[in-house]
């Protein structure tokens, strides 16, 4: 058994350090082998140029693909993953085209384990520990109002003028900007075509209480069923969405303003021109802190009365071990190939898991890799 961890950018290193470190046989694939070198060649000398025809040639029978490489190539390799009789990890959503590959995973007894980062990954796992404490509550009862809440985001340890520093690909971040969301407020559906149309402020509840700018982000109703939500309970409120530093919607005004111009093969240009200047202008200095904060909240009322309400409040920002959000989205994916290889996890597609056993024991590692880390129950 051999795994293939393919990518090493901004957000790779620390987990594929962890399964290196831990003496499993992996190799590392990249399309750049310096930057590869860069970031584990202390460790490994296993380093190869990354091609799909390369990785579908090495892989056999048995062993692990790891995509941390961008969203258009995680389908291919799990389809080569399938080819092969491998299995398959991404820390990315599930996309319509993976989704469909589940029957083919089942069939073959291949696990692709996807959304096992830190969001989507450590949110879900919160996610999912929050309900089924409600569940075993003396507080539950099926005509409950339940409101829920996710936010996340990686935020400057250090506020600047723009108000965020990027600690991903930053054509990703306005890429984003340009997709509508899907949330549930006060009972009705609201679709918002840009974040800046729906942002509000958010309390967190931090040891010193901090207030931030939060909007929706994609399509949340998906996630009740995956959060195991009963569909006859009545829910109030449901939203997964990004946290920003307060002053954010201003400092960013301007670049909402182009984005709403750009269209067609030329406004895509612009917008990797702007990401460029984006990274040129706005990038982590060598050793300055970068920050991840994710709060994730439900709420159980009754004719007015909070009966349950807890929430699970993360704060982490870099150290001697690199920058929060690498820490963050890539050690939770040395989990999920933890899991894989102890047959945690079931044949098929899925998300960050659910099982009771699995949340908390992840759980309880992420705790290590956060400054802050609490589930704090406010009815207490």
Not at 35 to 53: H, S, W
Not at 97 to 123: T, Y
Not at 167 to 181: E, I
Request: glycine content about 6%.
């Amino acid at each position: 058994m051999t795994i293939h961890w393919c990518g090493t950018g901004l957000s790779s290193a620390p987990g594929l350090r962890r399964l290196i470190e831990a003496g499993l046989p992996v190799v590392v694939w990249n399309r750049t082998v310096e930057k590869a070198r860069d970031a584990v060649g202390d460790l490994t000398q296993d380093i190869r140029p990354y091609t799909l025809e390369a990785l579908r040639e090495a892989l056999q029978p048995g062993d692990v693909a790891i995509s941390m490489l961008t969203v258009e190539h995680h389908v291919p390799i799990a389809k080569a993953c399938l080819a092969k009789g491998a299995h398959f990890v991404s820390s990315s959503y599930i996309s319509p085209e993976m989704r469909a590959l589940d029957e083919a995973f089942r069939l073959k007894g291949l696990v692709s384990i996807n959304e096992c980062g830190l969001d989507p990954g450590i949110d879900h796992l919160m996610a999912h520990d929050l309900v089924a404490r409600y569940r075993a509550s003396k507080a539950f009862d099926a005509r409950n109002v339940l409101s829920f809440v996710s936010y996340c985001g990686g935020v400057p340890k250090i506020p600047n003028p723009f108000r965020y520093k990027f600690s991903w690909a930053p054509l990703g971040v306005l890429k984003a900007l340009r997709s509508p969301s899907r949330s549930l407020k006060n009972f009705s559906e609201l679709r918002v075509q840009r974040p800046w149309d729906a942002i509000t402020s958010y309390d967190a509840p931090l040891p010193v209480p901090e207030s931030f700018e939060v909007y929706p982000n994609r399509d949340s109703y998906p996630f009740m069923e995956d959060y195991r939500f009963d569909p006859a309970w009545p829910v109030k409120d449901f939203v997964r969405g990004t946290i920003r530093l307060n002053g954010w919607a201003e400092a960013w005004a301007p670049v909402f303003r182009e984005i709403e111009t750009l269209e067609g093969p030329a406004g895509d240009a612009r917008l990797a021109e702007m990401a460029a200047e984006f990274v040129r202008d706005n990038s982590y200095a060598p050793g300055e802190p970068d920050r991840v904060v994710l709060f994730v909240s439900l709420k159980a009322e009754n004719q007015g009365r909070i009966l349950f309400h807890e929430t699970w409040a993360m704060d982490a920002w870099g150290d001697a071990r690199g920058s929060a959000m690498a820490r963050l989205v890539s050690t939770p994916v040395s989990f999920a190939v933890e899991s894989l290889l102890a047959h945690e996890i079931p044949a098929g597609v899925h998300p960050a898991p659910h099982d009771p056993k699995l949340v908390t024991k992840w759980l309880g590692q992420v705790r290590g890799l956060a400054q802050y880390m609490e589930r704090i129950d406010h009815t207490a």
